[in-house]
């Protein structure tokens, strides 16, 4: 067994060194020089790649466009929405000075103190503010409304402790950011935005999400509805994965967008913005990975099918590797990605590992035998059962499998998940399952913040969503006694 | 004629106004509040996307993988080579704080002086440092090279002088950077890059390049050999449109990245950087367009075909509109962009204006007149010339079409760039063909650093490359007498 694959720590030993090791040993992302900013490597980027162009023509179907706005954001712009700036100009990183100049006293270079900026500039953390100022000028009468637009971007949150992926103090995101002329219209944008991700987290990950209404102490700053999709990962803590905000007119308010309506009038355009970022992938590797390495989705595999020859000299070698090149061609052709990987100076048994620790999907090994008798032996990465199938209809049978798994693993997570919803309706249950269960709990909560807050302090369990398919039901609040028309989920989260 | 066309500046009257007016009012990108900074606009995205896509497509053809790298570049970082920090360190946005609070003296918000970092950091205006600070954790052995990673990114440079596209303080592009067993490699390598640049300028965007090497004295900071695409706007001014860079082992010296080779002895990595950025927009719009706005080529035109219905009265618009609609099927069917125009609020000389001045190849206009005969009236952006031709085998003619435009869009490109290289022999009729044609300058140079600075600083004019393909011929340098074993081109610059 590959030397790597030892090296990882099992999921029982500690998950959170597990899913470390495997975010580096699968080649996925590491730490760099600069605090808190990870290099995302290309085996973990072509991954991305992938979520991005899916989510991408899923924002072009629904009628958005791309466009880029600036990196930099005046100091002043975040004072303008008072929630916005306490949300997120706090921990930022800020730009002072724009040259350096020899070191007079020495060696290397030094901040120019002659080249300070007029005004600070904030590296983005979010874009709201810089893009309303920017809208100002598009917007004049309610035919330039709706805007649609969406931007991929970087952005910087000066985090204090960081993990690969679900916190990093740089991080790659979409952010759109769209105008209405009405409430109505901007609500249902947010809610169209949030079933985009829906869809896309649960056909394209594999990864259920519970969606729902934020409560209004974990809203977005600045919005008046935040929405979100809430995944849960094997060790039972929930993972927000992506959220859409309704932002009613304070960000118009805050730049004065205003727009001439179909009645003449003057009035401030409403808003939404929605954004998922590089934090998918930590969803990703923890919601379906096991103590082999990653388990990916077909649809995000960025090797569907590895092809490992099994052979003794190099005449052998060049035998089996034609065989494979043809059946690749095969899988091309069905435009399924494939590696036949005739390295000669590693053994198939360090292959296999590696592809295991990567999560291709599909391994598919022949030897001298299998040439014989016109067989292979295919293995599923995600349930690791290996048979002996014909060579025959091998193409369609991958094909097939490919489905199959992009299915199976949904499905399993689907299993988990629905298994780790706990109604509790006593203050001891709940602690109780908190502590020895984990997972999402289902309860009664009097609707204040007040008693959110004494939740969290004393159980560190959040109030992770109002699910939008919550059924009306009277109660009493689990930690108040007060009363309660509905139950939340709660749950310890990344 | 449209109100926008009609402010649209002459390219005679004002060359440089024409191109800001163009940037502007075809929708392709805007100032932004933030001083250098840009706005790309949905339309002008659009075009960078499908640069983007061919050019990503081209760079993992040819073995490349994408990966990312931090924003932030500690300061000591840019010490290490010492050209390097002269060409880049200097003007740069630096980040020394990581904090704003609330201001104790008023309102709004102020730099926390707590916050201080210990090292400032420098938004990237390259990452040689970063990425090469990185691959020393990459490499090992002769077994781990190449590396042939690609980001795409935003970088910032501080410019004084900044104009859309061709120089912004923030701007988008790639930067190739590759890691090599040797020079000859790696100058394979740098070599190769260039040359995809070259096949996308000219096959893409339309535009004929000169390749060839940089002069010393304009070589990237920190590289041994800087070859260059050089391209020709209408105004006789040449445009450097991509670089790609051979930088031998100062980066591995500099970040100390050696591996042990092939006879088992430690060797410093060689390396190379290649790069092309969103001032290729500027170059495209240069290079083709004219009085009446943009033209595309059709290969990077975001709406290949627009359909625009000549009506009276709404009953004729829908007969004529859903008879469009069947052809635009047709069209997306072959995969060409369509788009039918059946917005009622606006007449059709408007339309036509709109989307002259957006560049759009082909134009289809019908009425009833159209309706009853089985015609069409088609237009071509590049010539403007217009034709009434039967709706039977209109696919296939609009197929040939876009494939015509291209073609004939690169050919008056070519045929004007090969028009203005002017060869001269004395320094009279070089300043003569510089300021009274404009374009390259052929000419002898004795290859010292002090006759290119001081012709620079006589006429504007630099060496913008010693192409590959010069013929070697003795002469005497045009501007000291001495020597020269072959000509090199000269012009004025963006």
Redesign the interface.
């Given at each position: 067994m590959a030397k790597e694959l030892k090296e990882l720590t099992s999921r029982e030993e500690n998950y959170s060194q597990w899913y470390n090791d495997l975010v580096i040993k699968a080649g996925l992302a590491?730490s760099?020089?600069?605090r808190g900013?990870?290099?995302?490597?290309?085996y973990g980027?072509?991954i991305w790649?992938k979520m991005r162009d899916a989510l991408d023509a899923m924002f072009k179907e629904t009628g958005h466009?791309?466009?880029?706005?600036?990196?930099?954001?005046?100091?002043?712009?975040?004072?303008r929405e008072a929630d916005h700036?306490e949300g997120f100009?706090?921990?930022?990183?800020?730009?002072?000075?724009?040259?350096?100049?020899n070191n007079p006293d020495g060696?290397?270079?030094v901040?120019d103190p002659d080249a300070k900026l007029e005004e600070?500039?904030?590296?983005r953390p979010t874009s709201e503010t810089?893009i309303w100022?920017?809208y100002k000028?598009w917007i004049q009468s309610y035919?330039d409304l709706p805007i649609l637009?969406n931007q991929w971007?970087?952005v910087?949150r000066?985090e204090m402790r960081t993990r690969l992926f679900l916190r990093t103090a740089?991080f790659?995101w979409q952010e759109g950011h769209t105008a209405h002329e009405t409430s109505e219209e901007a609500q249902e944008e947010a809610l169209r935005m949030i079933n985009v991700y829906k869809t896309f987290a649960e056909d394209y990950m594999g990864v259920p999400v519970v969606v729902g209404h934020k409560s209004p102490n974990e809203r977005f700053a600045g919005a008046l509805d935040t929405l979100t999709i809430e995944a849960l990962m094997q060790d039972g803590k929930a993972l927000q994965s992506g959220t859409s905000h309704f932002l009613g007119q304070n960000f118009a308010k805050a730049f004065d967008v205003k727009y001439v309506n179909r009645e003449g009038k003057l009035e401030y355009v409403w808003a939404t913005s929605w954004g998922v970022s590089t934090r998918l992938m930590g969803a990703l590797i923890m919601a379906h990975s096991d103590n082999n390495g990653l388990v990916l989705p077909p649809k995000l595999a960025p090797i569907q099918v590895v092809m490992v020859p099994i052979y003794k000299g190099a005449e052998e070698l060049a035998a089996v590797t034609a065989k494979m090149d043809e059946i690749a061609a095969g899988l091309k052709a069905k435009g399924i990605s494939v590696k036949v990987d005739a390295r000669d100076?590693v053994r198939s048994g360090f292959k296999f590992a590696e592809y295991e620790l990567k999560g291709v999907p599909v391994r598919v090994a022949m030897g001298p035998r299998d040439m014989a008798n016109g067989t292979v032996e295919i293995m599923r990465r995600d349930t690791l059962v290996k048979e002996t199938v014909s060579q025959e209809g091998l193409v369609e049978l991958i094909e097939g499998m490919l489905e199959d798994i992009q299915k199976a693993i949904f499905q399993k997570a689907l299993d988990f998940r629905n298994s780790m919803i706990t109604p509790v309706d006593t203050w001891e249950d709940f602690v109780k399952v908190l502590d020895e269960k984990g997972g999402f709990v289902s309860a009664h909560w009097d609707g204040t913040t007040d008693t959110e807050v004494a939740i969290k302090e004393a159980t560190k369990a959040t109030i992770r969503c109002i699910p939008l398919d919550v059924v009306d039901e009277d109660g009493v609040c689990i930690y108040s006694g007060k009363p309660s028309k509905r139950r939340v989920l709660f749950a310890r989260s990344y």
């Open positions: 590491e760099s020089a600069v900013c990870m290099v995302i490597k290309p980027y072509a790649e466009q791309n466009a880029y706005f600036p990196l930099f954001i005046p100091k002043s712009f975040f004072s700036v100009a706090k921990e930022c990183a800020v730009v002072t000075h724009y040259r350096l100049k060696d290397g270079v901040v600070e500039l904030i590296v810089i100022n920017t000028n035919r637009c971007a970087n910087v000066w740089e790659l100076n």
